[in-house]
Nanobody, 127 residues
Framework: QVQLVESGGGLVQAGGSLRLSCAASTSGRTFSTYAMAWFRQAPGKDRDHVAAVSWSGSSTHYADSVKGRFTISRDNAKNTVYLQMNSLKPEDTAVYYC??????????????????WGQGTQVTVSS
């Protein structure tokens, strides 16, 4: 079982930066055995994959729309995954969700492969 709590969202101007954090509480398995990801959902749209990181942090995957601007990382000692977002655009406005997969090496974009989800944090980018 995993509980995920996101933080760090807020209002920022276009071109600015934010860092999201996702703190995990686990039972039965350690945090380092889960692959982690960030998704986002804008009003009226599907929940889309943003970035993913493998259990060790050695493998990552990004949606084309955020490549070169966002960086996913994790600190297994702190049971936390991060999403550093730079050069933010109004189209990045969404609720951002943290997700965990029981497949340690999974860094894909399928929502069905992620077993646990946080409640989300709002990111709003003004133009």
């Amino acid at each position: 079982q995993v509980q995920l709590v996101e933080s760090g969202g807020g209002l920022v101007q276009a071109g600015g930066s934010l860092r999201l954090s996702c703190a995990a509480s686990t039972s039965g398995r350690t945090f380092s055995t889960y692959a982690m990801a960030w998704f986002r959902q804008a009003p009226g749209k599907d929940r889309d994959h943003v970035a993913a990181v493998s259990w060790s942090g050695s493998s990552t995957h990004y949606a084309d729309s955020v490549k070169g601007r966002f960086t996913i990382s994790r600190d297994n000692a702190k049971n936390t995954v991060y999403l550093q977002m730079n050069s933010l655009k109004p189209e990045d406005t969404a609720v951002y969700y943290c997700a965990a997969s029981i497949t340690p090496g999974y860094i894909g974009s399928l929502r069905s492969e992620y077993n646990y989800w946080g409640q989300g944090t709002q990111v709003t980018v003004s133009s």
